[in-house]
C-alpha cells in the first residue's frame, strides 16, 4: 500500500504561482512514475503532468506544458508542481497519483494510488 499526501495549495490572484507537493509513505515511490490530476467542479478529473520513477521523463497537458514543472526527490518519498501564470481556469482540486506503468500514462484508470486532492482557487 501507498497513502498519498497533498498539500501546498489556496487562494491566489491570476499570474501568481503555488508549488504542490504530494509526500508518499508506506513503501518508496522510486519504482512508480508519479501523476497530478485536477478536477475542477462539474467537469472531468484530468491529466496534468507525469514524471517516470528516475525523474528522467516528463509529461505534460498542453493546456500547463509551458507554466507547469513538474519533479520529484526520491530520497524524500516526495512529488512536486511548480505552477507558475496560474489562471482562473486552473482553478480545481488537485490530486497525487502513483503508477506502476510509465510516465506517459494519461487515464484515471491507469494509476494505483491518489491522494485526497488539495484545493487551488486563482481569481481574475
Known amino acids: 500500500q501507498v497513502q498519498l499526501v497533498e498539500s501546498g495549495g489556496g487562494l491566489v490572484q491570476a499570474g501568481d504561482s503555488l508549488r504542490l507537493s504530494c509526500v508518499a509513505s508506506g513503501r518508496t515511490i522510486s519504482t512508480y512514475a508519479m501523476g497530478w490530476f485536477r478536477q475542477a467542479p462539474g467537469k472531468e478529473r484530468e491529466f496534468v503532468a507525469s514524471?517516470?520513477?528516475?525523474?528522467?521523463?516528463?509529461s505534460y497537458a498542453d493546456s500547463v506544458r509551458d507554466r507547469f514543472t513538474i519533479s520529484r526527490d526520491n530520497a524524500k518519498n516526495t512529488v512536486r508542481l511548480q505552477m507558475n501564470s496560474l489562471k482562473p481556469e486552473d482553478t480545481a482540486v488537485y490530486y497525487c497519483?502513483?503508477?506502476?506503468?510509465?510516465?506517459?500514462?494519461?487515464?484515471?484508470?491507469?494509476?494505483?494510488?491518489w491522494g485526497q486532492g488539495t484545493q487551488v482557487t486563482v481569481s481574475s
Open positions: 497519483a502513483a503508477t506502476s506503468g510509465s510516465a506517459y500514462l494519461r487515464r484515471r484508470t491507469e494509476y494505483d494510488y
Open positions: 514524471i517516470s520513477g528516475g525523474g528522467v521523463v516528463t
